[in-house]
C-alpha cells in the first residue's frame, strides 16, 4: 500500500473500533483532515485491549508519517561546545535543539505527564504528552494503564503519579528506544520552594533512571513550563543545575543530554545560559 492507502485504511479501521464514532463521515475530508481524524480518535481512545489488524495498520501508518518528518540522530546535532564553543562544564556531552522531540533517535526522550500518567485525550492537542502518546502509537497508553493500574492495586484505587518521580516506557513507533514520563509541578498561585524542589526532582529521577537502565543519551523537554506554568527562566536554571550535578558524578555513563525546546524565547532563554563560563 502506499501512504495514501495506509492513511484511508488506518482510518477506517480506527472507525470501526470505535463506538461512538464509527459513522464518521470522512469519504470527502483532505489528506489533512484523515490525518487529524486519525490522530483525534488515538487520542481519545481509551485503554483495554488493541486488535492486531489495528495494531499493524497503526505501524505501518506512523512509520510512514516518521519517515516523512524525518528521524534526527545525536551526531546531527552539534554540542554546545562545537555550537557555541562554550566552555560550559561538561560542553562536550550537551547539546541544544529546537524542534518536535518525537523526531529524537536517543536513547531516551521525556514527556512531561500528568499524573494519570495515561496520556493526553483532548484531541490534536498541542502538549508534548499528546505529541509523544500520538507518535508513539496507542501500545504507549496500554503501556502506561498497565503500569497504572499495578501502582492502583498496590497504593489503592484512587492513586495519582506524585510529581518528581520517573517511570520508563518502550518507544513504541517513535525513533527513541525509551519515553521517560514525569509529572511536574503545577504552579498556580506562585513559585514556592516546594515546586522548585518538585521540578528539580523531576530531572534528577529522570536522570537516575538513565543510570539505573544504562541509557547513554537522554533528550529533556521543558518540563512545566507550558500548561503547568512554571516560570520559564527559573525552569531552565533548574534543568541545567542537575544536569551539571549529574554529569559531574557520572559524565563516563552518559554521552549526551539534549535540552530540546520548542519555543524561540527557550531556545534564547537556554542559548543565554549554556554560553557562560
Same mark, same amino acid.
Given at each position: @500500500? &502506499?501512504? @495514501? $492507502?495506509?492513511?484511508?485504511?488506518?482510518?477506517?479501521?480506527?472507525?470501526?473500533?470505535?463506538?461512538?464514532y464509527?459513522?464518521?463521515?470522512?469519504?470527502?475530508?483532505s489528506v489533512a483532515?484523515?490525518? &487529524? =481524524? #486519525?490522530?483525534?480518535?488515538? &487520542? #481519545?481512545?481509551?485503554? %483495554?485491549g488493541l486488535p492486531r489488524p489495528l495494531l499493524q495498520l497503526q505501524d505501518d501508518y506512523l512509520q510512514e508519517e516518521l519517515k516523512a518528518k524525518g528521524a534526527v540522530a545525536l551526531a546531527d546535532i552539534p554540542t554546545i561546545k562545537e555550537a557555541f564553543?562554550?566552555?560550559?562544564?561538561?560542553?562536550?556531552?550537551?547539546?541544544?535543539?529546537? %524542534?518536535?522531540i518525537t523526531r529524537l533517535k536517543a536513547g531516551a526522550i521525556v514527556n512531561a505527564?500528568?499524573?494519570?500518567?495515561?496520556?493526553?485525550?483532548?484531541p490534536c492537542h498541542?502538549?508534548?504528552?499528546?505529541?509523544?502518546?500520538?507518535?508513539?502509537?496507542?501500545?504507549?497508553?496500554?503501556e502506561c494503564?498497565? #503500569? @497504572?493500574? %499495578?501502582?492502583?492495586l498496590k497504593y489503592g484505587r484512587g492513586y495519582e503519579e506524585p510529581a518528581g518521580t520517573a517511570t520508563l516506557t518502550p518507544g513504541y513507533n517513535l525513533p527513541c528506544d525509551y519515553v521517560i514520563h514525569t509529572v511536574g509541578p503545577i504552579v498556580y498561585d506562585g513559585l514556592k520552594a516546594a515546586h522548585c524542589q518538585e521540578l528539580r526532582s523531576c530531572y534528577e529521577s529522570v536522570l537516575a533512571c538513565c543510570l539505573e537502565n544504562d541509557i547513554k543519551s537522554v533528550a529533556l523537554c521543558c518540563i512545566s513550563t507550558g500548561e503547568f506554568h512554571f516560570p &520559564? $527562566?527559573? =525552569?531552565?536554571? #533548574?534543568? *541545567?543545575?542537575?544536569?551539571?550535578?549529574? *554529569?559531574? $558524578?557520572? =559524565?563516563?555513563? @552518559? $554521552?549526551?543530554?539534549?535540552?530540546?525546546?520548542?519555543?524561540?524565547?527557550d531556545w534564547k532563554l537556554y542559548e543565554r545560559l549554556l554560553r557562560l563560563l
Amino acid at each position: @500500500m &502506499n501512504m @495514501m $492507502e495506509k492513511t484511508d485504511a488506518f482510518l477506517e479501521c480506527l472507525k470501526a473500533d470505535s463506538t461512538q464514532y464509527k459513522g464518521l463521515e470522512t469519504d470527502g475530508y483532505s489528506v489533512a483532515e484523515k490525518k &487529524n =481524524a #486519525i490522530r483525534s480518535l488515538m &487520542n #481519545i481512545r481509551m485503554p %483495554g485491549g488493541l486488535p492486531r489488524p489495528l495494531l499493524q495498520l497503526q505501524d505501518d501508518y506512523l512509520q510512514e508519517e516518521l519517515k516523512a518528518k524525518g528521524a534526527v540522530a545525536l551526531a546531527d546535532i552539534p554540542t554546545i561546545k562545537e555550537a557555541f564553543n562554550s566552555r560550559y562544564c561538561h560542553a562536550e556531552k550537551i547539546s541544544l535543539w529546537q %524542534g518536535d522531540i518525537t523526531r529524537l533517535k536517543a536513547g531516551a526522550i521525556v514527556n512531561a505527564a500528568n499524573s494519570q500518567m495515561l496520556g493526553c485525550f483532548v484531541p490534536c492537542h498541542r502538549c508534548i504528552d499528546n505529541a509523544i502518546h500520538s507518535a508513539a502509537g496507542m501500545q504507549l497508553r496500554e503501556e502506561c494503564s498497565r #503500569i @497504572m493500574s %499495578g501502582r492502583r492495586l498496590k497504593y489503592g484505587r484512587g492513586y495519582e503519579e506524585p510529581a518528581g518521580t520517573a517511570t520508563l516506557t518502550p518507544g513504541y513507533n517513535l525513533p527513541c528506544d525509551y519515553v521517560i514520563h514525569t509529572v511536574g509541578p503545577i504552579v498556580y498561585d506562585g513559585l514556592k520552594a516546594a515546586h522548585c524542589q518538585e521540578l528539580r526532582s523531576c530531572y534528577e529521577s529522570v536522570l537516575a533512571c538513565c543510570l539505573e537502565n544504562d541509557i547513554k543519551s537522554v533528550a529533556l523537554c521543558c518540563i512545566s513550563t507550558g500548561e503547568f506554568h512554571f516560570p &520559564n $527562566e527559573k =525552569a531552565a536554571e #533548574i534543568a *541545567l543545575e542537575a544536569a551539571t550535578g549529574f *554529569l559531574q $558524578e557520572h =559524565a563516563g555513563r @552518559m $554521552e549526551r543530554i539534549v535540552f530540546n525546546v520548542f519555543k524561540d524565547s527557550d531556545w534564547k532563554l537556554y542559548e543565554r545560559l549554556l554560553r557562560l563560563l
